[in-house]
């Protein structure tokens, strides 16, 4: 809340603004202490002479720890016939970002390359997970073995990547078209920002997943990207952009 810019200041409202037990010292709430924070530069460090009065206008500013991850890339295609070297859909980045702080973009997860694999039995690696989660699990190789098409990354498994389609899709296998390269998963970063004082507000984008393409053996989508906030014990998360107030605690 913050103690006001005129009037008395009380021993009480330090301790109440900025924390401390009974009883109360003012030399508990030099700057370099253990409860005034860094923004508050009018107040003196220990040795200087120190008053009630110094705290007009203080405030106690926190922390935002933060965990961005970016979208996760979609599964490539496969084909039953021939070859490709294109890629499929990249994830988008998610970020966070507002006055004080330094921006944190967490880049999208790189699509799986199109088609591009030997369609041996063993079908390819399933998409990418993340801290979140597995990713989508990818096709078989054989039109005996369904399913064919690459897995979806599940939507809680924040900025994986999504399942690879299998190659050749004849009754036997051979090597007559190739499987996709599963998705990658969204840069992971965690962190804590610059002191804020309550009422500061952050901006919160969140990537988009890779969507898959192809006909019977299209890949599988990636997962959207996620922001969590947390400040003491507040915590909140975005699955969608939108914007963070910072608390008091």
């Known amino acids: 809340m913050g103690i006001p810019a005129s009037g008395a200041v009380s021993f009480s409202a330090l301790q109440s603004e900025f924390g401390g037990s009974n009883p109360i010292s003012l030399s508990e709430y030099y700057l370099d202490g253990s409860f005034v924070t860094p923004n508050n530069t009018g107040v003196p460090n220990s040795g200087a002479s ?23 890339g979609a599964g490539g295609y496969g084909l039953n016939g ?19 702080i330094t921006t944190v973009t967490a880049s999208g997860g790189v699509g799986g390359v199109n088609a591009n694999r030997s369609p041996d039995p ?20 054989k039109q005996s073995e369904p ?10 498994s ?4 999504g399942g690879a389609a299998g190659g050749d899709r004849s009754s036997t296998f051979d090597s007559s078209g190739g499987a996709g390269s599963p998705g990658s998963a969204g840069t992971y970063l965690t962190g804590t920002t610059n002191y804020l ?32 906030l947390q ?7 975005f699955t969608s ?8 605690q």
């Open 197 to 228: 004082v309550p009422g500061a507000t952050l901006s919160v984008s969140i990537g988009s997943k890779g969507l898959g393409s192809g006909g019977n053996a299209r890949g599988g989508n990636g997962a959207d990207g996620y922001v969590r």
């Open 147 to 156: 399913p064919n098409v690459g897995g979806h990354a599940p939507s809680s």
């Open 50 to 72: 120190i008053a009630t009065g110094t705290f007009r206008g203080s405030s106690k500013a926190y922390t935002v720890t933060y965990q961005v991850i970016g979208a996760g």
């Open 82 to 100: 021939g070859y490709s070297s294109t890629v499929a859909q990249s994830g988008t980045s998610s970020s966070l970002s507002g006055s004080g």
């Open 241 to 248: 952009g939108g914007t963070y107030t910072v608390p008091s």
């Open 122 to 141: 063993i079908k390819s690696p399933d998409g990418e997970a993340s801290v979140y989660g597995a990713g989508g699990v990818s096709g078989n190789n």
């Open 158 to 161: 924040y900025g994986a990547g």
């Open 231 to 237: 400040v003491g014990t507040n915590v909140q998360e």
